[in-house]
């Protein structure tokens, strides 16, 4: 993001960068922190963050203040509005095949058919919409569109998130490959339950990504959350460890986990990650109590196979379809809920706080299908 790209380049190795943008409350933690450490306590660093200068500072302005409850008319229009990519390409398709035709035939729906694959809602998802439309036995274009919208939104629905359980603190582990979002995905959240009187603590576990905990400082220090960071090539599961070992010793509300990104083809990696969440349950047996996958829409059919993977690792129990707004392709929306049990939790359609919205599935479809 534009701010991330002004803060400034990483010391050299071998010097030390003497204007950090946050300073420890306590000292610094010694290399060989370990998530089996007798007192993990002593391994965490935990920063209040500093005063950043003006420029430094994400844009836009007040990008972690939680704005107040939106009437539902904005929120749909915006929605609408973020969608306009996918909207404009299925308005047009539609438009090209449907207009002047008196009847359904053959032909029309495998045209249909064609244009759903290429809006990213996947070959096997795409039949089956097809199937059921040839089995609703339509004969014109409203209704054919109409059998399809009522077709998505049973697709959309038919995982609904389940109700947060009331666990303090409630740790959520934040995964995906990199460049999906996650670190913008957790500072947006950490607002959003910081706006909701809820105290929540940031724990840095990327520590191989240059400026990662940097990153995080600055979305902590605007959303009013605490941060839990170690020297760069720590090992994550000890940062993970001892976030959460203070957050039980500062009665936290949310404990919010970032994670290295990483190839989800990748073995070892995908290895490393579960030593993330076996370190989590070390210290917390019931944690993680969510694990949230980030997915970058714009990646298409290749989403569908982190998703997979990472679900076969960790046990993934939430989605956040980030960049949706930039794409025309949200068929992808689509042909994730049909792919798995999985709820989406959330979508992601711009860069400020307001554009994490929790999924709706009803107010997705008529965004969706609605006239361009």
């Not at 999906?180 to 339950?193: N, P």
Request: with cysteine; aromatic share 4%; glycine share 6%.
């Amino acid at each position: 993001m534009r701010w991330f790209r002004r803060q400034k380049d990483p010391a050299p190795p071998g010097k030390t960068d003497t204007t950090p943008p946050l300073e420890p409350t306590s000292d610094s933690p010694p290399p060989e922190a370990s998530p089996l450490s007798p007192e993990p306590e002593a391994a965490a660093v935990s920063f209040a963050p500093e005063p950043q200068p003006a420029e430094a500072l994400p844009e836009p302005e007040a990008a972690a203040a939680e704005p107040e409850p939106e009437p539902r008319g904005r929120y749909f229009s915006r929605l609408r509005q973020r969608l306009s990519k996918t909207r404009q390409s299925l308005a047009e398709g539609f438009g090209r095949i449907l207009t002047g035709k008196k009847k359904i035939d053959a032909a029309t729906l495998e045209e249909i058919e064609e244009l759903l694959i290429t809006a990213d809602v996947g070959v096997q998802t795409a039949t089956d919409l097809i199937a059921r439309i040839t089995a609703a036995q339509v004969d014109d274009a409203d209704a054919l569109q109409e059998v399809l919208r009522t077709e998505v939104l049973g697709i959309l629905s038919r995982h609904a998130p389940p109700a947060r359980p009331a666990s303090r603190p409630h740790v959520i582990m934040v995964v995906g490959v990199n460049g999906v979002g996650k670190t913008t995905t957790i500072g947006k959240l950490a607002a959003r339950f910081t706006a909701e009187g809820r105290s929540v603590l940031i724990a840095a576990a990327d520590t191989f990504r240059a400026a990662a905990a940097d990153q995080l400082a600055i979305w902590a220090e605007r959303a009013g959350a605490g941060i839990i960071r170690h020297k760069d090539g720590t090992d994550p599961a000890a940062v993970a460890f001892d976030a959460v070992e203070a957050a039980l010793a500062r009665k936290s509300d949310v404990v919010i986990v970032d994670t290295a990104g990483r190839l989800h083809t990748k073995v070892n990696l995908m290895e490393e990650i579960k030593k993330v969440k076996r370190s989590i349950a070390k210290r917390l047996p019931e944690a993680p109590h969510e694990v949230l996958l980030v997915l970058d829409a714009t990646t298409g059919q290749n989403a569908v196979s982190q998703a997979r993977m990472f679900d076969e690792a960790l046990g993934v129990t939430g989605i956040a379809l980030a960049k949706l707004d930039g794409t025309a392709k949200g068929g992808i929306v689509i042909a994730i809920c049909q792919a798995f049990s999985i709820p989406l939790q959330y979508i992601g359609i711009g860069e400020s706080i307001e554009d994490l919205q929790d999924f709706d599935p009803e107010h997705f479809v008529k965004a969706l299908f609605s006239a361009a």
